[in-house]
C-alpha cells in the first residue's frame, strides 16, 4: 500500500485526477470504477477541465459504478445515478452505453446484483478503482459485519452511513435505508486501487484501514492485502496514522 500526503482537499484531487489521467493515457479502453459522495468531487472537476481542454479523451473508457441507494429512480436528483451525471458524465464524452450503475429501482434486487457482476465480468474486471471511505471504513456501501461481502448484494446502511448521507438529503428520515452495492470481490480484483480521504473525521477509519488488523469489521482494512493500492489523503485524514 502506498499512502502519498496531500496538502489539502485540492492538491489530493488533482493527484489523484493525474492517476486516473495517466491510466486513460496509457489504457484508452480502461474499466474505471467509480465512486460517489464529496471525496472523489475534486477529482472530477479535475478531470472535466482536462477533458474540455483537449487533454483527456474517454471514448473507449467504460465505468462501472460502486453503489445505488434502493428506491430511487435514476432521474430522481439525490440518485447516484443523477450524482454522476451532474458531476462526471455530463461533462465527457464516456459513452452512454458503457457507463454501468446498479438499478436501485430494479423489482428483483438479487437478480440485479448477479446482472450487475454479469457486467463487470463482461468488461473483463476493473482496472482502476477509485474509493472513498466511510467514517465506519465502509468502502463502496460495505459496510462493517461479521465477513466480507463477495458479489454485489443489497445491504442495509448503518446509523452512521445514514447520518453522515443526510446532508445530501436535508432529514435523516429521507436517506433510504438500503443500497446495492458491489461486493468484496470485485473492488480487489481491480487491477489498481486508488482510494482518497479527506478531513479530520475519515483518520480513524484510515488508520484503522491502513494499519489496523485485516477484519471484516474494517471493512477497507481488506485492501491491506491488495497488491496495487494507493492511498492519497490529506494530513488531517492522516493524522493518526502511525506515519
Ligand atoms: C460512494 C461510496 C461511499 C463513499 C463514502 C465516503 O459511492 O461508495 O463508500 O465513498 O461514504 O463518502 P464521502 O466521500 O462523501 O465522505
Sequence with gaps: MKIIRAKDYNDMSRKAANIISAQIILKPESVLGLATGSSPLGIYRQLIQWYEKGDLDFSEATSVNLDEYCGLPAENGQSYHAFMRQNFFDHVNLAPHRIHIPDGMAPDPAAECLRYDRIIAECGGIDLQLLGI??????????????????????????????????????????????????????????????????????????????????????????????????????????????
Design 134 to 243: 466511510g467514517h465506519n471504513a465502509h468502502i463502496g456501501f460495505n459496510e462493517p459485519g461479521d465477513f466480507f461481502s463477495k458479489h454485489t448484494h443489497q445491504v442495509a446502511l448503518t446509523e452512521s452511513t445514514i447520518a453522515a448521507n443526510t446532508r445530501f438529503f436535508g432529514r435523516p428520515e429521507e436517506v433510504p435505508r438500503q443500497a446495492i452495492s458491489m461486493g468484496m470481490q470485485a473492488i480487489t480484483q481491480a487491477r489498481k486501487i486508488l482510494l482518497v480521504a479527506s478531513g479530520a473525521d475519515k483518520a480513524e477509519a484510515l488508520s484503522a484501514s491502513c494499519f489496523g488488523p485485516v477484519t471484516p469489521r474494517v471493512p477497507a482494512s481488506i485492501l491491506q492485502l491488495h497488491q496495487d493500492v494507493t492511498v492519497i489523503a490529506d494530513g488531517e485524514a492522516l493524522s493518526k496514522c502511525p506515519l
